[in-house]
């Protein structure tokens, strides 16, 4: 199912973009680093809903910008879709995101990370 979610991510970004791919395996994860365009293209496009089909939110992670309006709790816990994490991005001059797909049993049992990145 993980790698459903991470085919759409590559279909949705268009064929002629393609991200640019990360291997981690030391870490046991691979992904793809969005750019501007393609980060806006995921936010506004059924991606994040068709994902969240198959991977709950309690088995993502999101890795906030420092400058987030997205709430965490004192725990650490994101609250928001992936759709928000996405948007948010997109919405910053240079907005982008790194999605990772995590191997069974790595990460703390999350099947996807998502990290925001803008200027």
Known sequence: MAMAGAA???AAAGEA???EPIAQ???GRIGMHLSPEETRAIASGPVPAIVSMFV???RMGAGLHPETEIYRDD???VHAS???VVMEAAQHPGGTVVVYV???GTRG???LDIYQNWE
């Open 8 to 10: 759409a991510v590559g």
């Open 17 to 19: 973009a393609a991200g």
């Open 25 to 27: 395996p030391d870490q």
């Open 56 to 58: 709950p939110l309690n």
């Open 75 to 77: 725990k650490g816990g």
């Open 82 to 84: 992936l759709r928000q």
């Open 102 to 104: 995590n191997a069974p």
């Open 109 to 111: 049992g999350r099947v």
